[in-house]
């Protein structure tokens, strides 16, 4: 397999960067044109939490895309993509503390105790701050691969999470929460399925006879 070339990389690293700013800068246009909606705070609350979803979803893409297609490249913007997906998340966060409650911690506290897709938005952000904090190489030497391997895989149930957040906002009859359930469902079963098939080349003989190892 073929190294990735460095214009290759910085080619497609500047295409990430601008693909990801585009929806902030497509926001900042709409305030300034005060073409935000009949409800400014819920337009700019939905369109950054579903940009958020839908980079963290392409963060996860990027294993199933190499295990597919046999390509080892789209592992290296792995990370880019995450800590955009956490940018935005904050973004969405930001809005919720600052416009709906002000940093009146009380009532956002009992936002969070009462309202059940409250709770798990901010679970999912919890879970995505050590793995943000935890994102570069010297993090990784200092957890130890393995360990950080580990933590990581948190990024599975925060997106769940995430999913489960937006389906309890989404309005009866809206079916778009249910295209990026597909999608999870969709990498978890190309990654569950590279397990199997790694493990069964491992043992063959026991997965042969129906024997768990």
Wanted: contains cysteine; charged residues 15%; hydrophobic residues 55%.
């Amino acid at each position: 397999m073929r190294p990735m070339s460095t214009r290759f990389r910085i080619g497609i690293k500047v295409a990430l960067w601008v693909a990801c700013l585009l929806p902030l800068a497509h926001l900042v246009y709409a305030w300034q044109a005060d073409d935000l909606g009949a409800n400014p705070i819920d337009y700019l609350t939905r369109r950054l939490g579903k940009t958020a979803l839908q980079l963290l979803l392409a963060s996860l893409a990027m294993t199933p895309i190499r295990i597919l297609a046999g390509v080892s490249w789209p592992i290296h913007f792995r990370r880019l993509l995450g800590l955009f997906a956490f940018f935005y998340v904050g973004l969405h966060f930001s809005v919720w503390i600052l416009v709906d409650h002000f940093f009146n911690w009380a009532q956002m506290l009992e936002d969070v105790v009462k309202r059940p897709y409250v709770t798990v938005g901010v679970t999912a952000l919890t879970l995505l701050i050590p793995l943000a904090l935890t994102s570069t190489t010297a993090m990784v030497k200092r957890l130890g691969g393995a360990r950080w391997r580990r933590l990581h895989k948190l990024v599975y149930v925060a997106a769940a999470l995430a999913l489960i957040h937006f389906l309890w906002l989404a309005k009866v009859g809206v079916t778009e929460p249910f295209y990026y359930a597909g999608a999870l469902a969709l990498l978890l079963g190309v990654r569950l399925w590279d397990w199997a098939r790694r493990r069964a080349a491992r043992y063959p003989s026991r997965f042969a006879e129906g024997v768990e190892p």
